[in-house]
């Protein structure tokens, strides 16, 4: 528990970096059974003083998302994460531009389950990160961290 306590405050103190956006998650508000699909719902928040300009393609290359078991150790990524091309000419995408004016929001959801390995019973730590592109300053923004249960 104490790792997940840890990265909820490391989510926390990047996210004050004076990023043109700040992320939040949430996900499923009971636990879940093996093997169940797992969603994490994400919002993206213009947080500057001006309109700001982002480009959406794949959810799940715009958004990194980590996992980690309650032992610490990242989850086992599945064979379609391992084989995500999230550059160049075969990237399959939604071409999407999105403009945020100053407090607005963009929500977007990640099938988590679709990316990691999360049949095995026991809590998950979960987070997002979105890299900043560079016309806005570059860095990364980072979610609050969530904690998932699967149940057997």
Same mark, same amino acid.
């Given at each position: ?27 499923? +508000? ?8 797992? +969603? ?18 794949? +959810? ?9 078991? *309650? ?32 407090? *607005? ?14 049949? +095995? ?32």
């Amino acid at each position: 528990m104490l790792t997940f306590a840890v990265l909820s405050l490391v989510a926390l103190a990047s996210g004050a970096n004076g990023a043109p956006f700040a992320l939040s998650i949430t996900g499923p +508000r009971a636990s879940v059974k093996s093997g169940a699909e797992i +969603r994490v719902h994400v919002t993206l928040t213009n947080t500057s003083d001006r309109e700001i300009t982002i480009f959406d393609t794949n +959810r799940d290359c715009d958004y990194q998302a980590e996992v980690v078991d *309650e032992a610490g150790q990242p989850a086992i990524e599945t064979e379609y994460r391992r084989t995500l091309k999230c550059e160049g000419p075969s990237v399959i995408s939604r071409n999407v531009l999105i403009t945020l004016k100053p407090g *607005e929001t963009r929500e977007d959801e990640l099938v988590i389950s679709d990316l990691y390995d999360m049949r +095995r019973p026991g809590h998950y730590a979960v987070h997002v990160s979105r890299k900043i592109p560079k016309d806005l300053g570059q860095g990364t923004a980072r979610s609050n961290g969530i904690t998932i249960v699967v149940e057997a």
